[in-house]
């Protein structure tokens, strides 16, 4: 059982992290809310501390392990209670976790569906479940004081950086893919994501 990595970051995605620990590197999922405030938890000498939650993917022809980082133990309770939520599993937490966990705590102890509906993967049905299974359970949570928290908002041109390495990764030439990024944001400029950019250059070749 891994509970705590501490290392240099090699990569960094939209919701993982490549840790070199002494020479061999792990794969680290992290939520929104806890990427966003990585960089001003680097140490003096450039390495992340995460507290981690490691469990067993098991899939019918293979297990998987997995790493899923948090800065700090409350933040990790916090992940622990929210899966106990029956349809919630790991990945599920890790991306509805996109919003301080001050205020999805907020809003289950106050009842807060439209909040709790927002988060990416939970509907109207699965927001009154986790009410009715956390409530009155989460005030501590409450407390975190990370409110502060604004996500960090990638310019135009970091979008286009990411899906170009990624794009690189995946062996396309650089000026064809950069020739598909370009296409891609002349068709949909309302893009705000890496993710939503890679979308639209697969709808491209698509068609």
Do not use: W
């Amino acid at each position: 059982m891994i509970a705590r990595i501490s290392g240099r970051i090699l990569q960094r995605d939209q919701n993982c992290l490549t840790i070199d620990v002494g020479g061999i590197s792990y794969e680290v999922l992290v939520p929104e809310t806890v990427m966003e405030r990585i960089d001003e938890n680097l140490t003096s000498d450039g390495k992340i501390n995460l507290v981690t939650y490691h469990y067993l993917q098991v899939e019918p022809s293979r297990n998987i392990p997995m790493l899923i980082g948090f800065l700090n133990e409350i933040e990790k309770e916090f992940f622990e209670i929210f899966i106990t939520v029956s349809g919630i599993g790991p990945r599920a937490a890790l991306k509805a976790l996109n919003k301080p966990i001050s205020l999805i705590a907020k809003a289950i102890d106050e009842a807060d569906i439209d909040f709790l509906r927002s988060l990416p993967g939970i509907g109207q049905q699965r927001a009154k479940e986790i009410v009715a299974k956390l409530q009155n359970k989460v005030g501590k949570f409450c407390l975190i004081q990370d409110e502060k928290f604004k996500p960090r908002l990638l310019k135009t041109q970091d979008i286009q950086e990411e899906a170009l390495a990624v794009l690189l990764q995946l062996e396309y030439k650089k000026p064809e893919a950069k020739e598909m990024i370009k296409k891609a944001l002349e068709r949909n400029p309302e893009i705000q994501t890496t993710e939503e950019l890679l979308n639209e250059v697969y709808k491209l070749k698509k068609t």
